[in-house]
Each structure stands twice: as C-alpha cells, then as structure tokens.
C-alpha cells in the first residue's frame, strides 16, 4: 500500500485496482471444418468480463455468438486462445477439472430446460448442489423460488409444468448455488414476455444485489436492455459494444450491424 501522510491526511497515490474478471476470452480462434467447408466461427475473440456485471451477446445470425458461450463456459475447446474463469485457465483442466469447474463455478441457462423429467422441481433445482455435496443458502433460495413465482410448484415434475415454468426452474437451478459466473444461451428464447421479464428480472438481481457475474446470448433487445453492457458479434469478431444499453439503442446497433452485413455481402 503506498500512501504518504500529509499531517493528519493520508494521500493514496496507488492507482485504483482493476476490477477483478469473472471471465476472460484472450485471442479466440475457433474452426469448424477444413479445406472448402472450413468455418471460422471465432476470428480472434478478445473480451473481459468483470465480476458484478451483466453482458449481453448480441449479434447476426451464425456471427459466433454460440460458440463464444460455449468456449467461455468450458462446453467447448477454441481452436487457438485462452479462456479464463476467474484466475483458472481452462486449457490446462484435465476432463475431471473442467467438469469440476462447471459443477462448482458455473451456473447454466440454456434454452432446452435440460430438467431431469423424473425429479420434482425443487429436486431439479437442488441436483447440482447435492452432487456437489452442498447446500443452498436458505434465505438465497427463498428468495430465488419466490421472485420466480415457483414456490407453489415446487413438488411437480417437468411434464406438469408450463414451457415458462420449467425455465424458471432451470434459471433457480442455475442460480441456487450463487455460481461465479451465469451463462444463458437464450435464457428467454421460447418464453412469453411474462416469463421472460421475470427470467432477466431474477437475473438483473442477482448481479445488482448479490454481485454475481452474468453473461447471456440473445436476440431480443428487450432481454439486451438489462443488461450493463452489449457486446456485438459480427462473422466472428467483436465489432461493437454498448454501455447502459435500452431497447432503442440496441436496436439501433443492431440496424447498423445489419446494413453493414448486406454492404459487404453486396
Ligand atoms: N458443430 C458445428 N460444425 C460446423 N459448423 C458449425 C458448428 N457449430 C457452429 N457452426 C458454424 O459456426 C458459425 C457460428 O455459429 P454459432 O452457432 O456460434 O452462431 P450464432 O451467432 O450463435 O448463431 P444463431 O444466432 O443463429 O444461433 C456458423 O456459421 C455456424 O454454421
């Protein structure tokens, strides 16, 4: 700590610490393919993600939007780059440590509910926690199952739930164990407008009042808007971000990524 004292004032000159990242992406490359058929799906992808904040993923159609996710979070290997969560690098994890790490330090909300159709709702939420031997901070998950209206659905299976409830079951689910980091590849894709706010709402809380780090993909500028900042894609590059995003603005991006993408395909 460098700081000198002025009589009774003490005068810091240390330059602020940076804020600490949830994650990392530095130069990813990822190729799908080879010779004609080759696709680069991530042209040099750098991007930080610093803890306490809410990114939103946006962009065209195949610009890579997928595959960043699932290269951040440990579900796919880039060609070439590093990814870090936290201070972990995920290319030197063995199998057994990356499934660890996803287990422990990651939450998941994916557009297919991936709910286990023979266990309670309550169980689906829990499962990750009771295969990790822990458990649920009582008045965290509470508050989770309340905020997303299924506290009185707890004891139904997914085949008695509506489409909306069973990915606010897959959001508590992610949510419950306070993960590091959230990753939702279209967490509010097949949701009505009901679900879907409630979805972003209980996401939105989750960074404003417990500082966690979330990150989701999406199309709507509606779910971008609650988010602290958009980054865009385009052919598999960042081309564009965006800070305190609102519908209007995103939309306006959006508009001009897509001229762009017309321009250049003539
Ligand atoms: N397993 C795969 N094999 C071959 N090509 C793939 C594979 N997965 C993705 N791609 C290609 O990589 C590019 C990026 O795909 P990705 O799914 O990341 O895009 P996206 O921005 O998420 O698209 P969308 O918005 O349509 O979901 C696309 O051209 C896609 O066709």
């Given at each position: 700590m460098s700081s000198h004292a002025l009589g009774a004032v003490a005068v810091s000159t240390e330059t602020p610490a940076p804020t600490p990242l949830a994650a990392r992406a530095q130069n990813l490359n990822k190729t799908y393919?080879?010779?004609?058929?080759?696709?680069?799906?991530?042209?040099?992808?750098?991007?930080?993600?610093?803890?306490?904040?809410?990114?939103?993923?946006?962009?065209?159609?195949?610009?890579?939007?997928?595959?960043?996710?699932?290269?951040?979070?440990?579900?796919d290997s880039a060609t070439s780059g590093s990814v870090m969560i936290g201070d972990t690098e995920?290319?030197?994890?063995?199998?057994?440590?990356?499934?660890?790490?996803?287990?422990?330090?990651?939450?998941?909300v994916f557009q297919a509910f991936n709910l286990v159709p023979t266990l309670t709702a309550l169980e689906n939420i829990t499962l990750p926690l009771d295969i990790a031997g822990r458990k649920a901070d009582p008045s965290w998950l509470d508050n989770v199952l309340t905020r997303l209206g299924l506290k009185d659905r707890l004891d139904h299976r997914p085949s008695e739930l509506s489409g909306g409830q069973q990915q606010r079951v897959a959001c508590a689910r992610a949510l419950a164990g306070q993960p590091e980091i959230i990753f939702g590849d279209e967490p509010t894709g097949n949701l009505d407008s009901r679900s879907s706010g409630e979805v972003l709402a209980i996401l939105r809380a989750a960074v404003g009042e417990f500082g966690q780090t979330v990150v989701i993909v999406t199309h709507d500028p509606r779910a971008a808007s609650y988010a602290d900042r958009v980054v865009f894609l385009a052919d598999g590059h960042i081309v564009d971000e965006l800070r305190d995003p609102t519908a209007e603005t995103v939309l306006d991006r959006m508009k001009r990524l897509d001229t762009v993408a017309v321009d250049v395909e003539g």
């Open positions: 393919g080879s010779g004609d058929t080759q696709v680069r799906a991530l042209d040099g992808v750098s991007a930080d993600f610093a803890r306490g904040e809410f990114t939103a993923i946006m962009g065209p159609s195949g610009s890579g939007k997928s595959t960043l996710m699932h290269c951040l979070a440990g579900l995920l290319t030197t994890l063995s199998d057994k440590q990356m499934t660890q790490l996803r287990r422990d330090r990651i939450g998941f």
